[in-house]
């Protein structure tokens, strides 16, 4: 049975927030990101233009190199034991020389 989920996915200083049901596979968690970064984007949205197979979505910040593949697209969510309700995914972009980024999120400073 299909459960609908929460997930945040952080890139840089970015946190997406976004719904998924668990039987949805990865490949449709990239389509809607890839929509919401366009439209967010405005009048640069043709710079921001990342297709599906510009992402990589890893479910820990340790550390993966460009060559880990993340999360394979033809998996579903439930198909991740890991990906639960309010769960941190880490996504990547290649740039436009087809390097892809390392994960580089931002997290404040806590005040004291």
Same mark, same amino acid.
């Given at each position: 049975?299909?459960?609908?989920?929460?997930? $945040?996915?952080?890139?840089? =200083? @970015? &946190?997406?927030?976004?719904? /998924?049901?668990? *039987?949805? $596979?990865?490949?449709?968690? =990239? @389509? &809607?990101?890839?929509?919401? /970064?366009?439209? *967010?984007?405005?009048?640069?949205?043709?710079?921001?233009?990342?297709?599906?197979?510009?992402?990589?979505?890893?479910?820990?910040?340790?550390?993966?190199?460009?060559?880990?593949?993340?999360?394979?697209?033809?998996?579903?969510?439930?198909?991740?034991?890991?990906?639960?309700?309010?769960?941190?995914?880490?996504?990547?972009?290649?740039?436009?020389?087809?390097?892809?980024?390392?994960?580089?999120?931002?997290?404040?400073?806590?005040?004291?």
């Amino acid at each position: 049975m299909s459960e609908s989920i929460c997930i $945040r996915v952080k890139r840089q =200083k @970015q &946190t997406y927030f976004i719904s /998924m049901e668990t *039987s949805e $596979r990865i490949s449709t968690m =990239k @389509q &809607t990101l890839s929509k919401i /970064m366009s439209s *967010s984007a405005g009048s640069t949205a043709a710079s921001l233009d990342y297709g599906t197979y510009d992402m990589k979505i890893f479910a820990s910040e340790d550390a993966p190199t460009a060559s880990e593949d993340g999360l394979p697209d033809v998996a579903a969510i439930a198909d991740h034991p890991s990906i639960k309700n309010d769960s941190v995914l880490y996504l990547v972009l290649r740039d436009r020389g087809g390097s892809w980024e390392a994960i580089d999120v931002f997290e404040p400073e806590e005040s004291e």
